[in-house]
Nanobody, 122 residues
Framework: QVQLVESGGGLVQAGGSLRLSCAAS????????MGWFRQAPGKEREFVAA????????DYADSVKGRFTISRDNAKNTVYLQMNSLKPEDTAVYYC???????????????WGQGTQVTVSS
């Protein structure tokens, strides 16, 4: 069983930055893909970014490319989402997710965290 705990959310002004963290349990963290998703009020959950296991390939939603960076520290079993140049439309609950395989995916995740709120004021 994998447990995921997000942290780092909060309130920030437009143009500001936040770094989200997701601490994962489990001994095989380095070999599985991890992702970040978000859900704004009244909207469906959407893919934000992902990082593969083993080779650390990355993928991003078009809406965050060039502004967000996903990374991982396997020694700490933690994945990060660095968010720069934040916009009001980035306001959402952000969720960390884990797969059971190394390959990237924008939708097929088996484990989810509880979410952390990010609010960007204009």
């Amino acid at each position: 069983q994998v447990q995921l705990v997000e942290s780092g959310g909060g309130l920030v002004q437009a143009g500001g930055s936040l770094r989200l963290s997701c601490a994962a349990s489990g001994r095989i963290f380095s070999s599985v893909a991890m992702g970040w998703f978000r859900q704004a009020p009244g909207k469906e959950r959407e893919f934000v970014a992902a990082i593969s296991g083993i080779v650390d390939s990355t993928d991003y939603a078009d809406s965050v490319k060039g502004r967000f960076t996903i990374s991982r520290d396997n020694a700490k079993n933690t994945v990060y989402l660095q968010m720069n140049s934040l916009k009001p439309e980035d306001t959402a609950v952000y969720y960390c997710a884990a797969r059971t395989v190394a390959s990237l995916s924008t939708y097929d995740y088996q484990y989810w965290g509880q979410g952390t709120q990010v609010t960007v004021s204009s």
